[in-house]
């Protein structure tokens, strides 16, 4: 700026600049918003209409008469109660035991030297280079071959270890002072009691944001619970039970809908209350 | 501290600690990741329980050039250059827009995450609904559904992909809010008092910058969309997704495990995919060293 | 209680040898500084006590019994840490706590020790704080808390007031020096200080490149050092050391005759004076001005000869010289003589 004219001057288009950038924001968010609640928004109001007025034309933007009953036949009917409690079952399970291991075995890397230690972590993170979907037909074969087949075991085994829980908890392990550990070692507190008294508490933000990722992915699975479990109905989890219910002759697209919706809540729910948690984790733990 | 019996105690427990993940890392992923490179050798046997016959590298080389694969590529490839672009531009541009202290910012964020969290499962049945002519949307959209989009062997890639772009908006929209919170602040403050306007100032300084996020989020997109199959199972089913070119390679390898099962042609796809996803993976990765360098 | 004594230990790691046959005796009870520049290898020192380093060769002894092999929990060390280490998620009142936890105590008791040694650091009623809502001394405090409630045989202390501002530092030393001596506690304190150092210790080890230079109260190490380095570390501002020429009887610096007679010396000699040694004068051994520190009541003026730095009084009125401008010095006491070659100490 070379005087105060040309300040003035560059003030005020400046201002009414910053008016319009902050129209288009709001303008484009809106639209981005629309498009993608429009579906969710449609399926929701469906989800409470008869199969006759699903079917009208014009379709109804609103439920006149909501039918709650669509979820009580998807609940019922359509055995999603069955599979909802398979859903958490299989959730709870996964997240648990690749929660456990993953802070064992990251602990370790990070707090202890050993013999074969970076081959073995070359190892773990290598298994991060493997997509599931190319081990299916050796996995299949695996379980099949055991007794966990029949169970939610077969469900839940095969995700229990995780390389991303090992890889963003060592590095929250090692974040932590080594003169806090060795402080530990002097009040003459052994490794294990360090772990669960010390460690663990430091690293609650990382862990959180784990557990927030694993239940996503746990709750979400679809490609090993439809190997498992087309057949298998005792077992099926909602997911694929929404396909089931999809593809059956069944009481119309209302009840598919309240299912849909039924199996979205929970992660809506989980979204919102742990928001922070899921993008730090989406995003390796690089944002805090 | 490190007596050689205290060393040997601490090191049996280090080992302990590892080994439920490594055991498992190992039985699930490692084993039978390699075990597709001796399956892949034999042809399966007409009846289970006969002996696999050697088929050597000829399994291989026959399936990669069969007509059902090369029109699994294609699916998966176009499904691929349909997502993936528009999501990663859409999502930055509504991360670019939502990265304002601005009133509501915190609603449309949760809005747009909202797609990231939803199943598979759910997207394809909400889309799929709309899509089945007996819904009045389409029709009253004008849009014609003789035969219905599901059905029709050139817009069911389209119907997949709208489904695929939807879910991926979300994640790509919270990477790039991340990577645009981790922008230094001043850099975009000093584009501003040389006078810059907004959008040179998003051209110059924003896009540069965020570039190490634009292709972390294109890689990301990429390998989630060569193994979609999810909605392809969910709308289309393994009997018709052929017929309206959307048998993507991913949705081979289940039907080769499930509804035709055969191990060896299931590893061959298998083998050949991973290969596909660690070329896009390399090639990002050099790209990102000779392109994204600067120094921050 | 106990004494602690280093017999002959060397520290390798690697090909870099940290510590040379370090050979050092300290007393129960007493208040020992480990003094040196950074990388002399007086926290490795320190942390083989606490058995956080084992020796390469050589032995560490508490109370008379070899601890090589001991591991450190069962030490009976407390060390307090140049960061504090304090444990983030606690409480005051839980970290100090913490070292009861580990062993057999019960919770009154614990309660009761944990409420004496906040008394008696002013931590009362901070208790219920976390760390990060404490300041730094306050801190520092707690960190001193949680070493002194396990009434440990010796006291491990890594530059505990590095962290500390300069007015905070002068107070805690006085006030960790007070503790030492109500507990008669061992204590081996670390600093790269010497203000500290000579302010602190009942005596004072200075290291240097992993050897040690000289061992010896405040006052003989001030008045008496054995070496070179000793003398150019200690004291504030140190000696400064010049190399000098001593034959027939006469020592000169830089060609310029002194009154002293360097008696039976002969040759290249270097020699330590301290800054009341020295003044200006109008004519004497020549330098150059560095530089003009004001200190209030008196004015150091720095100066060099050749490769020498020295450093001499005057008082706050007197005319200042300028950066660059020759100026004229005298020796106006014996100065200290040194082996030009090996640095030690040379008596006449």
């Known amino acids: 700026m070379t005087s105060d004219l040309a300040v003035r001057e560059v003030a005020s288009p400046k201002n009414s600049r910053a008016r319009r950038s902050k129209f288009v924001s709001y303008l484009v968010l809106t639209l981005g918003a629309i498009v993608v609640l429009f579906p969710l928004y449609m399926a929701i109001v469906s989800s409470l209409l008869t199969p006759v007025q699903i079917g009208q034309q014009p379709p109804l933007f609103y439920p006149p008469s909501p039918q709650w009953r669509n979820y009580g036949d998807a609940f019922i009917g359509g055995h999603l109660s069955t599979y909802l409690w398979n859903s958490v079952l299989q959730t709870v399970e996964i997240v648990v035991g690749s929660v456990l291991t993953s802070l064992l075995a990251a602990f370790s890397f990070a707090t202890f030297e050993f013999p074969l230690k970076k081959v073995l972590w070359a190892l773990m993170l290598a298994t991060l280079l493997i997509p599931f979907e190319v081990t299916i037909v050796t996995n299949y074969q695996t379980i099949s071959s055991t007794h966990l087949l029949g169970s939610m075991w ?56 784990f557990t927030v990722i694993a239940v996503l992915g746990a709750w979400n699975q679809y490609l090993w619970p439809l190997l498992l479990t087309s057949n298998d109905e005792a077992h099926r989890t909602l997911q694929i039970g929404l396909k089931t219910l999809n593809s059956g002759t069944f009481e119309g697209y209302g009840v598919v809908l309240a299912g849909a919706m039924i199996a979205s809540v929970p992660m809506l729910i989980l979204m919102v209350v742990f ?3 899921l993008v730090r984790s989406l995003t390796g733990g690089a944002i805090k | 501290m490190t007596t050689v019996r205290q060393r040997r105690s601490e090191t049996v427990l280090a080992l302990c600690l590892i080994a439920p993940a490594l055991v498992l890392l190992t039985v699930f992923l490692l084993y039978p990741f390699f075990k597709n490179f001796t399956l892949f050798l034999y042809h399966a046997p007409p009846y289970p329980g006969l002996p696999s016959k050697w088929a050597g590298f000829s399994q291989f080389f026959d399936t990669i050039s069969s007509t059902s694969f ?201 083998i050949a995919l991973f290969i596909l996803t660690a070329i896009v993976t390399l090639a990002n990765f050099r790209f990102l060293e000779r392109r994204v360098n600067y120094d921050v | 209680m106990a004494s602690v004594a280093f017999n002959h230990v060397t520290k390798k790691f690697g090909d870099t040898s940290v510590l040379n046959g370090l050979d050092l005796e300290v007393a129960d009870g007493e208040f020992l500084v480990l003094l040196g520049p950074s990388g002399c290898g007086k926290t490795t020192a320190l942390r083989m006590v606490a058995g956080l380093e084992s020796p390469t ?36 009142a839980k970290n100090i706590e913490f070292p009861l936890r580990q062993r057999d105590i019960s919770a009154d008791i614990r309660a009761q020790k944990v409420r004496d040694v906040a008394q008696m650091l002013g931590l009362a009623e901070l208790l219920d704080r ?60 670390v600093t790269h200080d010497q ?38 570390f200690i004291g504030n501002p140190g000696m400064s050391l010049l190399s000098a020429n001593a034959s027939q009887g006469q020592l ?97």
């Open chain 3, 130 to 189: 976390k760390p990060r809502q404490l300041s730094g001394g306050q801190r520092q405090r707690v960190a001193l808390a949680r070493a002194i409630v396990r009434e440990p045989v010796c006291f491990l202390m890594d530059e505990p007031l590095s962290n500390l501002d300069a007015t905070l530092r002068a107070r805690t030393r006085s006030e960790i020096v007070r503790l030492q001596h109500e507990l008669a506690t061992t204590t081996i304190f």
């Open chain 1, 154 to 209: 077969a469900l839940t085994v095969p995700f229990m270890g995780s390389a991303i829980g090992i890889f963003l908890l060592r590095q929250a392990f090692l974040a932590i002072p080594g003169e806090i550990r060795e402080a530990t070692i002097l009040d003459g507190c052994g490794p294990m009691r360090y772990f669960w008294r010390v460690a663990i508490p430091l690293v609650r933000p990382q862990l959180a944001a």
């Open chain 3, 195 to 232: 203000v500290e150092a000579m302010t602190m210790g009942d005596r004072i080890a200075v290291l240097n490149a992993g050897d040690l230079q000289q061992v010896g109260t405040p006052t003989e190490l001030f008045e008496n050092p054995a070496n070179a380095f000793v003398a150019g």
């Open chain 3, 252 to 348: 000169a610096i830089g060609g310029t005759q002194t009154p002293f007679s360097a008696s039976g010396l002969n040759g290249a000699v270097t020699i330590g004076v301290r800054i009341d040694g020295v003044e200006l004068s109008s004519s004497g051994i020549a330098a150059i001005c560095d530089g003009v520190e004001v200190l209030g009541a008196e004015v150091h003026v720095l100066a060099h000869l050749g490769d020498d730095q020295i450093i001499v009084r005057q008082g706050a009125s007197a005319p200042r010289p300028k950066i660059g401008e020759q100026i004229f010095i005298q020796l106006t006491t014996e100065p200290l003589y040194f082996d030009a070659v090996t640095g030690l100490r040379v008596s006449q």
């Open chain 3, 57 to 92: 060769t050589g032995t560490v002894a508490i109370g008379g019994s070899v601890v090589n092999d001991v591991a450190p929990q069962h030490r009976d060390v407390a060390m307090v840490f140049q960061n504090y280490a304090l444990y983030p998620h606690l409480s005051v």
């Open chain 2, 70 to 270: 090369l029109e699994g590529l294609t699916a998966t490839a176009i499904y691929t250059v349909l997502v993936v672009p528009i999501g990663v531009f859409l999502g930055l541009v509504l991360s670019v827009a939502a990265h304002q202290k601005l009133k509501g910012m915190a609603i449309y964020r949760t809005i747009f995450a909202t797609t990231a969290v939803s199943s598979v499962a759910v997207a394809a049945i909400v889309f799929g609904t709309f899509m089945n002519p007996v819904l009045g949307l389409l029709p009253w959209l004008g849009i014609d559904t003789n035969p219905t989009i599901l059905q029709n062997p050139t817009w069911a890639i389209f119907a997949m992909a709208i489904i695929g772009l939807w879910q991926f908006i979300g994640l790509s929209f919270i990477l790039f809010s991340a990577g645009l919170q981790s922008l230094p602040e001043e850099v975009l403050e000093a584009a501003k008092l040389d006078g810059a306007s907004p959008a040179k100032a998003f051209f110059t300084v924003t896009i540069p910058l965020l570039s190490p996020t634009i292709f972390y989020v294109f890689t990301v997109g990429v390998i989630a969309a060569m193994f979609t199959f999810g909605q392809m199972d969910l709308l289309i089913g393994p009997g018709a997704a052929s017929a309206v070119h959307v048998n993507t390679l991913a949705y081979q390898i289940y039907q080769y495990v499930v509804t035709q099962p055969n191990p060896g042609v299931a590893a061959c796809i298998s």
């Open chain 1, 275 to 277: 928001n922070r948690q």
